[in-house]
């Protein structure tokens, strides 16, 4: 009698999931494989810059250009020791500011004996030093001073922007010459985070004085964090996108006849 008929195509049989490579099991498998590894190195980098690193806003221009007022830097946990040459660290001296953080360069260590200015340039141990660092057309000789002679264990520090920093030349009257202790030193800056100017310059002109301070981890610590952001979204975003493929790619799953 002119009945209708109706044909359909069988269901897939098994486990549910697409024998196509996007929906395979081994896809599923390596993504969820992202996202492991992805969490992982992204916590290790959070983890050890939180070991690593301190936070300090500077307060005032005395480090201008280098760090402007109400700047944020990230300064890298050492010990005293460490510090060379050239170096911008946080000290606390109760003779300089009730024992709160101050950042400073360091221009001469124990031994050295330096003194401002001999034409128109910082000098150390008798070498005139280019402090490219300084602002533009700035001399160093606005900080003029005779000369020092920095007891071992202390450093001598001075501001990028000489005219108004109240740094080592203010304490000169001191017992200890406006030198700090080693000691006194809680960390070195690394680099300014906010705005993003990102890491400092190690100062070359100190160079033939000595070995410079490396670097510390700031750089590798941020592709840490970056690679396993990037492996925790592309792990995530696999299963969604996978299921867009395979909905395109499948054929028309009915027809009807007469």
Not at 48 to 60: C, F, G, K, Q, S
Request: aromatic share 6%; charged share 20%.
């Amino acid at each position: 009698m002119g009945g209708e008929s109706t044909t359909r195509t069988a269901p897939h049989s098994g486990g549910g999931t697409s024998s196509g490579p996007v929906g395979s099991r081994t896809g599923q498998r390596l993504s969820g494989a992202a996202v492991a590894l992805g969490l992982v190195l992204f916590l290790a980098g959070f983890g050890w810059a939180a070991l690593t690193y301190r936070p300090y806003t500077v307060p005032t221009s005395s480090m201008a250009p280098t760090i402007d007022a109400g700047d944020r830097v990230l300064a890298q946990v050492v010990d005293g020791d460490e510090v060379r040459r050239g170096d911008v660290v946080v000290f606390t001296d109760k003779t300089w500011a009730d024992n709160a953080p101050v950042v400073k360069r360091v221009v001469a260590v124990g031994g050295d004996t330096v003194s401002c200015c001999t034409d128109g340039k910082l000098t150390v141990n008798g070498r005139q030093i280019e402090e490219s660092y300084l602002p533009e057309g700035s001399p160093a000789e606005i900080k003029n001073f005779a000369s020092v002679e920095v007891p071992e264990g202390r450093l001598f520090l001075l501001g990028d922007e000489r005219q108004g920093s109240l740094d080592s030349t203010a304490h000169l009257t001191d017992a200890a010459a406006g030198t700090v202790a080693r000691g006194a030193v809680k960390a070195r800056v690394d680099a300014v985070v906010w705005p993003m100017e990102g890491m400092l310059e190690r100062p070359t002109g100190f160079e033939p004085l000595g070995a410079l301070s490396r670097q510390g981890p700031l750089s590798t610590i941020g592709w840490l964090i970056v690679v396993g952001a990037a492996l925790v979204l592309g792990g995530g975003a696999y299963g969604p996108i996978a299921q867009r493929v395979t909905r395109r790619s499948r054929p028309e799953s009915a027809g009807v006849s007469r």
